[in-house]
Structure formats: C-alpha cells, structure tokens
C-alpha cells in the first residue's frame, strides 16, 4: 500500500496543480487516475486523490485559461464515473463554486479590458510619453492594450536617447509631438519591427523587461 502511494505522490501532481502551464496536465491525469485506478486503490491512497481532486477544482478562478476550463470538466466527468455518491456530491459541489468564481473573474476581467479601450491609443502613447523607464515598464503589465500601447516603438525610442544624452532626448521629442496622430493609432506588432525596446534592453541592462 506504501508503495502504491509513494508512486502516486512521485507524479508531482499536487505541485502541479498551482502552476498554470501544468494545471491542465495535471487535472487530467488526475481523472485518469480517477477513472482506472480510484476503485482498487487503497483507502488511504483514495483520501489523497480525492483531496487532490477537490484542490484541483478550487485552483480552477486562479488559472483563468480555456484550456484549464477544459481539464476541470474532463476532471468532473470522471468524478461522476469514479467516485462514491457522498463523495461526489462534495466534488460537484466544489466544481460548481468554482465555476461561479471562474466566470466571476472572467467578467472582471473583460470589464477591465473593456474599460481601458475608452481612451485610444494614441492618447495613451501620448501620456506613457511622459514616464520613466520602470514606470513605462510596469504600465505594460496592466492589460492588453496597455501593453500594446507601452511597446510603442517612439516611446522605446525616447527612453533609449535618455540613455545617451539631453540634446539628443530634445530633438526626438520634438518629432515625435509633430507627428501625425493617424499613424499613432495605428496598432504596432513587436514581433515583425526593429524595436527599440531591445536596443534599450541591450544598453540598460539592469533594466527589468
């Protein structure tokens, strides 16, 4: 019986769980686990999968990715296939909480985004303009757009002039406030230009990307 449970507890799973790169992998191993093995494991090595499987559900608000969705019901149908009645009670109880708290999450989340497409791109490259390094750095970790608008080519190219010198820093800024507003609010895709974020990054090392 030892040795069943050392097994079950060398597949890491519990660790897993938090993380949410391994939260899918692990939700459905535990349901394989649920539906192959749950009826002839030992009572001991049972309480530990159950347990697990209740963990798994209450991870579910905090993964927030449709693939954790997709694990969590594969984990409940073998809940329901696998499991005695009062613990599976207990189990769609837990799965059913933390659907609410999902869902609850998801549309903050959505409203968050929502909100901050009020003010256009743009006007938010106009005001990150005027930050700091880190502080351009922390406004990109806020949301989607804010990122979009962070990873403006001219604002990395402002930050990468402060590197160099105030005469230089002058000049830019003064082409940059004269440039055409159409092709601000053009949307910019990092993964295809020359980025001076990199550039940055390269000559400030200490900075944190």
């Not at 001991?44 to 905090?62: E, G, K, M, V, Y």
Request: proline share 3%; net charge positive.
């Amino acid at each position: 019986m030892r040795s069943q449970i050392e097994r079950y507890e060398k597949l890491g799973l519990r660790d897993s769980l938090p993380k949410i790169y391994r939260y899918p992998i692990a939700c459905k191993e535990i349901g394989l686990i649920l539906r192959e093995a749950y009826i002839q494991s030992p009572k001991n090595l049972q309480s530990i999968i159950f347990h697990d499987t209740l963990a798994a559900f209450r991870l579910l608000p905090q993964i927030q990715t449709q693939s954790a969705v997709s694990a969590v019901h594969f984990l409940l149908q073998s809940v329901e296939a696998a499991l005695p009645k009062q613990k599976r009670n207990m189990a769609v109880k837990e799965f059913k909480l933390a659907m609410v708290a999902h869902k609850r999450r998801s549309k903050l989340h959505h409203q968050e985004e929502k909100d901050s497409f009020q003010l256009p791109h743009d006007v938010l490259v106009h005001i990150f303009s005027f930050l700091d390094m880190q502080s351009l750095v922390s406004v990109g970790l806020v949301c989607w757009s804010w990122n979009l608008a962070a990873n403006d080519n001219h604002l990395w190219e402002l930050q990468y002039v402060v590197l160099y010198g105030n005469a230089a820093k002058q000049e830019l800024i003064k082409q940059f406030e004269g440039q055409d507003k159409r092709h601000l609010q053009d949307p910019i895709d990092t993964r295809t230009i020359t980025d001076w974020k990199e550039a940055v990054n390269g000559a400030y090392t200490e900075c944190i990307f």
